[in-house]
């Protein structure tokens, strides 16, 4: 089993930056692909982006593309998610999830809340 920590979430102007941190453990984390979702009060949740173990393939919501990148540094075990020129509507719970494939999530943290000020 793979625990998921994700961090970074706060206040945040509109047109403000801002980057998430998950950190992930467990003995099975090597290959696993990590995935970013969010959940805003009252809507379902959305998928945000996602990168593969080696990073070389990434996939972003159609939202959050352009806005937002997204990153890994294995030897941390670490993803990143730079969020860039943000939106009142991005204001969600950021959750960060994980698996074995793309579309598998195995993992998922407990979320860190980000919020947009208009």
């Known amino acids: 089993q793979v625990q998921l920590v994700e961090s970074g979430g706060g206040l945040v102007q509109a047109g403000g930056s801002l980057r998430l941190s998950c950190a992930a453990s467990g003995r099975t984390v090597s290959g696993y692909v990590l995935n970013w979702f969010r959940q805003a009060p009252g809507k379902e949740r959305e998928f945000v982006a996602a990168i593969n173990w080696s990073g070389d393939a990434t996939y972003y919501g159609v939202s959050v593309s352009g806005r937002f990148t997204i990153s890994r540094d294995n030897a941390k075990n670490t993803v990143f998610l730079h969020m860039n020129k943000l939106k009142f509507e991005d204001t969600a719970v950021y959750y960060c999830?994980?698996?074995?494939?793309?579309?598998?999530?195995?993992?998922w943290g407990q979320g860190t809340q980000v919020t947009v000020s208009s």
């Open positions: 999830a994980g698996g074995r494939q793309l579309g598998v999530y195995d993992s």
